[in-house]
Every structure is written in structure tokens, then in C-alpha cells.
Nanobody, 127 residues
Framework: QVQLVESGGGLVQPGGSLRLSCAGS????????IGWFRQAPGKEREGVSC????????YYATSVKGRFTISRDNAKNTVYLQMDNLKPEDTAVYYC????????????????????WGQGTQVTVSS
């Protein structure tokens, strides 16, 4: 079955960096859209960054554009989220998601467009 496992979360000071990883198994990684979502306490889950099978099609939420970078290594069945210049408002549980459908829904990080989810990893930005 499809499994996604996130890692790399932790506590970091404002202005710092973290790199999240998501390792997938049980499916043909190359054929799936991949996304990162986050959920802060008391808030709805939101799309952070998503990409289709093509490395050229990447979506970033306005709040993270210029600070976060999504990438995928299909040979390792892994997707990464490099997070730089972190801010306290980036504090959240970050989730990796995958879906075999390749449409605009997945490309623009619509949560309902993703069927497979990891368990999440906590990112806390605080001094």
C-alpha cells in the first residue's frame, strides 16, 4: 500500500533553515503528484508547495514563495522541502501528500486533490 513518511522537523530559531524529507513506497513514484501541506494550531490545513511529475511545474503558497523550495528525487522516491528564513508563523505540523491524478487540482495544492498522506512532522520556529 502507499506509504509516506516525513522527517526533518524540529525546533529552529527565526531566520534559520530546515529541510524536510518525505520517503514514499508502495507506488510508482514518478507517476504521482507530490505536495507539502501544513496545519498550525487552530487553523485549517493549507497547501505549501506542490509539484507534478514534471520538475518544471511547481506551486508555492504566497506566504512561502522565495523562502521554500520543493524538489524530488525520483530515484530515491523522496521529495524534499527546503525551508529558509523561517518565521514564527511557519510553525505547524507539515504533511507530505501524494496522488496519481495529474490535474490542476493537484498542481495548485488543493488538499482534496490528494488521497495519500504521511503522518506529519512538527516544525517549530521560536527564539
Amino acid at each position: 500500500q502507499v506509504q509516506l513518511v516525513e522527517s526533518g522537523g524540529g525546533l529552529v530559531q527565526p531566520g534559520g533553515s530546515l529541510r524536510l524529507s518525505c520517503a514514499g513506497s508502495g507506488f510508482t513514484w514518478d507517476d504521482y503528484a507530490i505536495g507539502w501541506f501544513r496545519q498550525a494550531p487552530g487553523k485549517e490545513r493549507e497547501g505549501v508547495s506542490c509539484m507534478s511529475t514534471s520538475h518544471d511545474n511547481k506551486y508555492y503558497a504566497t506566504s512561502v514563495k522565495g523562502r521554500f523550495t520543493i524538489s524530488r528525487d525520483n530515484a530515491k522516491n523522496t521529495v524534499y522541502l527546503q525551508m529558509d528564513n523561517l518565521k514564527p508563523e511557519d510553525t505547524a505540523v507539515y504533511y507530505c501528500a501524494a496522488d496519481p491524478r495529474i490535474t490542476i487540482v493537484q498542481a495548485i495544492c488543493v488538499m482534496s486533490g490528494y488521497d495519500y498522506w504521511g503522518q506529519g512532522t512538527q516544525v517549530t520556529v521560536s527564539s
